[in-house]
């Protein structure tokens, strides 16, 4: 590490952020696991709608007059890019963010209504990040990284000093990984202040660089990322982060798509919490047990909520999906009068709601005097669809 992060750092990072960011308040105890007492830390309530702004407008804050005048550049895939738009726009300094291609438009949107000039590049963040470099190498900005610089780290740390404050008997502390910036600030502050306190980290299964950096015992970087949560969709993690987390981090997990949909569902229904992605990975990790946090006063940090609605749909249905809540039955049946609505009012009496019914007639392999039946409903959850199920089986039919 070249430059070593101290304690004094991140206190005077929540001096300086004293009247900029907002100090969002826990939410809790929650119902999210019922063997656990769960608190949230929504920075997805923050000013630019995630926790990014922190480390960013602590770090422009901290260039000389010279370095602002440079103007300053830096990659994101959508969050760490508005943090730095405004905080530069608040300085009166220029501003040059790479995004990837496919940060959602809601985030790129976002980043020019703050001021900042923005460069699309094609593939994921790395892409973005080696277009940041060379155009930094031309024109002399001062790079602004989204993780992997001492004073950005102090300025996500100011996030654990807040918990601490708030809630000083906190047991664990569950929190969303990408580059590490956020959970390396974070753990170094309240290990230094609390070291009993547990500090799990959580990533996508689609992109979990520092799990596997951490369990080789170095920085790995992964060939390909995919995962709905943009934000931490990270191909290599960063050199402080990874010494951080190596020295702070208790444990790392991953949590699935489906886990992952299924929490934003939860927030949404049961917070009235919009979440995106990366945010909710820490409240998928509680919910689905992949952290050991039974029995613990535990903070889940919803780190952002910049989630592009049109995807948000696509999101839902996966997590109806999920819980049990939406489910696909196929039936085989006699294709003859009658024999739908007996399926149909099967399902009705077990308070099944149907959806949607498609008949597939055709279908090589099948007698000619039988379809296939396909039903969307709408469920309670998974004990439900299985009532169903026998329901149908009881009454004669065969579902497939």
């Known amino acids: 590490m070249t430059e070593q992060l101290t304690i004094e750092e991140v206190y005077n990072a929540s001096r300086v952020l004293q009247d900029v960011v907002r100090h969002s308040r826990l939410i809790g105890p929650t119902k999210l696991n019922p063997d656990s007492e769960i608190y949230l830390k929504p920075e997805n309530l923050q000013h630019t709608g995630a926790f990014k702004l922190r480390g960013a407008y602590y770090k422009i804050s901290q260039l000389t007059p010279e370095e602002k005048k440079r103007g300053v550049i830096a990659c994101s895939a959508g969050n760490h890019a508005q943090g730095v738009a405004f905080g530069a726009t608040s300085n009166g300094i220029y501003s040059l963010i790479c995004l990837p291609a496919g940060a959602p438009i809601s985030k790129v949107e976002a980043t020019r209504r703050l001021g900042a000039e923005v460069c699309m590049v094609p593939g994921v963040y790395d892409d973005a990040y080696e277009r940041a470099v060379q155009l930094?190498?031309?024109?002399?900005?001062?790079?602004?990284?989204?993780?992997?610089?001492?004073?950005?780290?102090?300025g996500q740390g100011t996030i654990g000093l807040e918990i601490l404050e708030e809630l000083p008997d906190v047991e664990a502390i569950v929190v969303p990984i990408g580059?590490?910036?956020?959970i390396a600030g974070l753990a170094f502050a309240v290990k230094t202040l609390k070291p009993d306190v547990k500090i799990y980290g959580v990533q996508a299964a689609g992109a979990p660089s520092m799990e596997q950096s951490l369990k080789q015992g170095k920085r790995v970087h992964l060939d390909s990322v995919a995962t709905v949560a943009d934000g931490i969709c990270v191909k290599e993690p960063g050199v402080n982060t990874f010494e951080l987390c190596q020295k702070y981090v208790d444990e790392v997990v991953t949590v699935t798509e489906d886990e992952i949909a299924a929490a934003i569902l939860a927030l949404i229904e049961r917070?009235?919490?919009?979440?995106?992605?990366?945010?909710?990975?820490?409240v998928a990790a509680a919910?689905?047990?992949?952290?050991?946090?039974?029995?613990?006063?535990?903070?889940?940090?919803?780190?952002?909520?910049?989630?592009?609605?049109?995807?948000?749909n696509r999101v839902i249905t996966r997590g109806l999906v999920k819980t049990g809540r939406n489910t696909t039955l196929l039936i085989d049946l006699s294709d003859s009068p009658g024999e739908l609505s007996g399926a149909c009012a099967v399902i009705?009496?077990?308070?099944?709601?149907?959806?949607s019914v498609v008949h597939?007639?055709?279908?090589?392999?099948?007698?000619?005097?039988?379809?296939?039946?396909?039903?969307?409903?709408?469920?309670?959850?998974?004990?439900?669809?299985?009532?169903?199920?026998?329901?149908?089986?009881?009454?004669?039919?065969?579902?497939?």
Do not use: W
């Open 287 to 312: 919910m689905f047990n992949k952290v050991p946090i039974k029995g613990k006063k535990t903070v889940c940090l919803v780190s952002g909520g910049n989630i592009d609605v049109t995807r948000l």
């Open 179 to 182: 580059g590490g910036g956020l």
């Open 348 to 355: 009705g009496e077990q308070g099944g709601n149907i959806l």
């Open 136 to 154: 930094q190498k031309e024109k002399g900005y001062v790079m602004i990284h989204p993780f992997d610089d001492i004073k950005v780290i102090a």
């Open 360 to 400: 597939e007639r055709n279908v090589a392999g099948t007698p000619i005097a039988s379809a296939l039946i396909r039903i969307e409903l709408e469920t309670r959850n998974a004990d439900h669809i299985q009532q169903v199920r026998q329901a149908l089986t009881d009454a004669g039919y065969h579902v497939v």
């Open 271 to 282: 917070q009235k919490l919009v979440a995106e992605g990366a945010g909710a990975v820490s």
